[in-house]
């Protein structure tokens, strides 16, 4: 089962939202927050597996609760959801560590489909744009990983073949397809997905890419 918490100051918007999730048979409905205080005492206390996240709540915004819950618990995946498309939102929730952005008037059916996913480690950022953003920080073309990071800083610094894994990683490639261009077999690549994580010290590959990109190990 998916653990969900839904935190939203509109209770119509959380309560449907937890309502139409609570259907689905491999989703469980662990809590509902009314504001980003709530949201960040209810993440410590139920710690859900997925927080679908409102950005403009009060007490603190969604991007300033995500930003807590990601310093007490970084495994926990959460999904920013917002009515306004603004790119501003998008920088910041992944500065947070957000590893999704969707718009509120996304169909339900995606939005389970896009937990699933990134409970297999994808990112979801289902928004125009959100997609131009990724672009422009997958380029480095707004300066916005300044605090570039020097190998030397790391504990075990990456060889030459897994910066060359995480570079494809962050390009979105998966493991077959990053096996197929590097002529190496997929467990291999797996072998370097593991040993990145680890050098890291982050809890997926989905942290690995953002940890990466905001670090200036990536492009």
């Known amino acids: 089962m998916i653990r969900i918490m839904i935190a939203d100051d509109e209770p119509m918007i959380r309560e449907g939202m937890a309502f139409l999730l609570g259907q689905e048979a491999d989703f469980e409905v662990v809590g509902e927050a009314v504001h980003g205080g709530a949201a960040v005492s209810l993440a410590a206390a139920q710690s859900p597996d997925v927080i679908l996240m409102d950005i403009e709540m009060p007490v603190c915004t969604g991007i300033e609760a995500t930003a807590k819950i990601m310093t007490e618990n970084p495994a926990v995946k959460i999904i ?7 790119s501003e939102y998008v920088y910041r929730g992944i ?23 990134i409970m297999q480690g994808a990112t979801m950022y289902s928004s125009s744009t959100a997609a131009q953003v990724m672009q422009q920080l997958q380029a480095n073309s707004q300066g916005f990983f300044v605090d570039r990071m020097n190998q030397k800083e790391l504990m075990e610094p990456l060889t030459d073949r897994e910066l ?8 979105g490639l998966k493991n077959s397809m990053i096996a197929a261009q590097l002529y190496i077999s997929d467990g291999t690549v797996k072998t370097h997905v593991h040993r990145i994580i680890q050098k890291l010290n982050v809890q997926d590959r989905t942290q690995a890419v953002v940890f990466a990109l905001r670090k200036g190990l990536v492009h």
Not at 80 to 86: G, N, S
Not at 95 to 113: C, E, H, M, N, S
Request: aromatic share 10%.
């Open 80 to 86: 920013l959801l917002t009515t306004f498309d603004y």
């Open 95 to 117: 500065r947070a560590g957000a590893v999704g952005y969707l718009l509120k008037d996304t169909d339900i059916d995606f939005v389970a489909t896009a937990i699933r996913s």
């Open 164 to 171: 060359e894994v995480l570079q494809l990683m962050a390009d």
